[in-house]
């Protein structure tokens, strides 16, 4: 299965892909996990990105794209399916990723929306500082990220929405919570990634089922 997740910082997307790419023994491709790696082995790229990481800023597409290649072709030669996390983050990466995927035979069956409040992330990430000492868990940092992920990254749901490849969950709960939810909507869905053709499918939003009914 190849999988694209999209999630403000701090809704979980690192532990969730984690948990998936074990779950469906599939490489797991984090972008902020590979720029972290070059800043602390201090490549050229890694000297490039750390400011951009620090201030919380989104790394350039022309530094990115040899690892996005990169990623891909790992995935490829792990048999073709992924989870991608932390890409996309703009339109224009989404429709990059959309159409080097697509010529290679790989697009996206599947995009996971992890939904979550800016109030709980933030709470998340300030918690998270204390024990990972990540050098963009600062306070301006955090805003930083969250006003980018509204800015540029929260539109492309709606393209992923309108081709029915979007499932939404509700990830304030418990990573545990969530995780159950995410394995168990996957399997559902696989028989209809398989059978069903992408434009004949709708967006589903599990965020409904967690929602108290009004009194
Ligand atoms: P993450 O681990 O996903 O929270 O990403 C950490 C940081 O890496 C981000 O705040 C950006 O500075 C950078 N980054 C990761 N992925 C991307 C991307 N797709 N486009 C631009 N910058 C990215």
Redesign the pocket.
Do not use: E, I, N
């Given at each position: 299965m190849r999988i694209g997740l999209v999630a403000p910082?701090g809704a979980g997307?690192?532990t969730q892909s984690a948990r998936i790419a074990a779950h469906l023994g599939i490489p797991h491709i984090?972008?902020?996990?590979i720029?972290?790696d070059h800043v602390s082995r201090g490549t050229d790229t890694g000297r490039k990105?750390s400011h951009?990481?620090d201030?919380?800023?989104?790394?350039?597409?022309e530094i990115?794209c040899d690892t996005i290649h990169q990623a891909l072709s790992d995935a490829i030669a792990a048999g073709g399916d992924y989870i991608l996390?932390?890409?996309?983050?703009?339109m224009e990466?989404a429709r990059t990723i959309h159409r080097v995927s697509s010529e290679l035979g790989m697009a996206a069956d599947v995009v996971l929306h992890l939904r979550a409040d800016d109030e709980t992330v933030t709470r998340r990430m300030l918690a998270r500082a204390a024990i990972e000492h990540r050098s963009?868990d600062t306070e301006p940092?955090i805003q930083r990220?969250l006003a980018?992920y509204h800015e540029m990254t929260e539109p492309i749901l709606a393209w992923y929405a309108f081709r029915g490849i979007l499932v939404t969950v509700d990830a304030t709960r418990t990573a545990a919570e969530v995780g159950r939810e995410i394995l168990t909507v996957l399997e559902v869905l696989r028989p209809v990634i398989r059978n069903v053709p992408e434009k004949m499918r709708r967006p589903v939003d599990l965020t409904m089922l967690h929602q108290t009914a009004p009194v």
């Open positions: 910082p997307k690192g984090c972008t902020g996990d720029l972290r990105v951009y990481l201030r919380g800023d989104l790394v350039p597409d990115l996390d932390g890409m996309p983050r703009t990466q963009d940092a990220r980018l």
